[in-house]
């Protein structure tokens, strides 16, 4: 019944289904026999309408007038090319659909394509040339899917680099020394105290290095991220040396102290003991021990403070960091009695362990082994960990730390309560955020009348000038 309903265009591009005058009474016709009829027709590659099929089925049923009038059912198709953009513009590829009876892409639908889809940068020729051909082996409505383009990420710079040419006291004094070609290392012997010669290069900088744009398909710049170009600074007892802008030199034989951008070199006295032959020890730079603190001794310095054995119940402060190669070493007091070990520290304590102490720091206190029963206050952290993560215990005492407290085991068995505040410096904060705020509110109200005060004295400005205007007798 198709067969007598279904015609091809003059120029065979459409396919035309109307129904003849004689069925006024309508006529029935079944979805599942038009690819036959198409195919008498040489049609069966063309692009199917399905909804105008349905449509023309019900109206030819019906004998509705448009049934009467024509529809198109099917029509030649060529193939298709669409860009599709991915991974936010960093990808095109194009979506190529066969040809349904029609013509397979030009090279001017592919430039087309992309033209539409702005796509200008990264485009690879090779996968162009596929995409040419794939249309002509495609099937008809068989699509594929070919990347075409490729955008660049940017290349990330290089912040600049500070590089020290001298050995960090503080990590020196903690590692024991080899002795002889047998692997074995002696636990006395920590090395040599780190120390510098006048005129000796201390710290090279490496300047930043800049980024490279990237780009998307679409020629998009992305740029890169800043890098921060950090000057060398120079401290006290360092100075730049005069061959090479990025190279300090040292001014002064002292210890160094490592800063983040620069060196400082302090005046350091270097000692074996601290007992009572050398009486309590003061001294305005920073002070190295190679030996013991005995008990009872007091040790205070403006620099830093190392002792490469042990600290026994004694007084050490230090505007500068705490470095202790063995333990701190206190006693059990009663409730209510100082420790008799105290160290008070400007920057970092550092230690194997320790126990029975009270111990101050206004920068981070770290132990390796465990923290045993003491007082501990610092502005930092407080880590109780050693290098390979698997010790470090902290128990009993109370530990009051402004960041974080990290321990491998934290606790005691039995009836020794363990007392820990962490983040205590939030309480500090949180009440500065309060009065930053009142303040801001404050000078928000003061604009805001100042303001107010400026409109006024426009408005009276405005007056008085009107008013000298008009007319002496309108006055």
């Excluded at 449509?55 to 860009?83: C, D, P, W, Y």
């Excluded at 003991?273 to 003061?282: A, E, L, M, Q």
Aim: with cysteine; glycine share 10%.
């Amino acid at each position: 019944m198709w067969k007598s309903v279904l015609s091809l265009s003059s120029d065979k591009q459409q396919v035309i289904a109307q129904l003849p005058k004689e069925y006024e009474q309508g006529l029935a016709l079944e979805l599942t026999l038009l690819g036959n009829a198409l195919q008498e027709i040489n049609a069966q590659d063309y692009w199917v309408d399905d909804s105008a099929v349905n449509q023309f089925i019900k109206s030819a049923q019906a004998a509705k007038g448009e049934a009467f009038s024509g529809l198109t059912l099917a029509e030649i198709r060529n193939a298709t090319a669409e860009v599709v953009l991915t991974e936010q513009d960093m990808l095109a590829s194009i979506k190529v659909t066969g040809a349904y009876a029609g013509e397979a892409l030009a090279p001017n639908d592919i430039i087309s394509a992309l033209t539409t889809a702005r796509v200008v940068k990264g485009l690879n020729k090779k996968a162009l040339k596929k995409v040419l051909l794939l249309s002509q082996q495609l099937k008809k409505g068989e699509t594929y899917t070919q990347p075409v383009a490729i955008g660049k990420r940017p290349k990330e710079g290089k912040d600049a680099q500070f590089i020290p040419l001298v050995a960090d006291p503080k990590q020196r004094v903690l590692k024991p020394q080899q002795a002889g070609s047998n692997g074995k290392v002696d636990m006395r012997d920590l090395g040599a105290v780190v120390t510098v010669g006048e005129n000796e290069q201390v710290m090279r900088r490496i300047p930043a290095i800049p980024g490279e744009n990237g780009y998307t398909v679409t020629g998009a710049i992305i740029p890169p991220r800043p890098v921060k170009d950090l000057p060398l600074k120079p401290g006290a007892g360092t100075r730049f040396s005069p061959d090479n802008p990025n190279t300090l030199l040292s001014t002064m034989s002292g210890m160094p102290i490592i800063k983040a951008s620069g060196i400082e070199i302090d005046e350091a006295l270097c000692l074996s003991n601290v007992d009572i032959s050398t009486g309590h020890i003061k001294f305005k730079g920073s002070v190295v021990i190679s030996g013991n603190v005995e008990p009872n001794m007091e040790v205070t310095a403006t620099g830093t403070i190392t002792v490469g054995g042990f600290v026994e119940s004694a007084f050490l402060k230090a505007k500068g960091d705490i470095t202790v190669a063995k333990g701190i070493i206190g006693h059990n007091v009663d409730d209510g009695e100082k420790k008799s070990c105290r160290l008070e520290s400007g920057g970092d304590v550092v230690a194997n362990y320790a126990q029975f102490a009270d111990i101050r720091a206004k920068g981070d206190i770290h132990f390796t082994v465990h923290s045993l029963n003491n007082d501990i206050r610092c502005s930092g952290d407080l880590l109780v960990i050693g290098s390979n993560k698997k010790q470090g215990t902290l128990s009993g005492g109370e530990a009051k730390v402004g960041g974080k407290v990290q321990c491998h085991h934290l606790g005691v068995e039995g009836d020794t309560a363990t007392y820990i505040q962490a983040f205590a410096n939030y309480e500090h904060y949180a009440k500065k955020l309060e009065q930053l705020q009142e303040r801001y509110t404050e000078l928000q109200e003061r604009k805001m009348i100042s303001i107010r005060r400026e409109i006024e004295l426009k408005k009276s400005l405005n007056r008085v000038e009107a008013t000298s205007k008009m007319p002496s007798s309108q006055r």
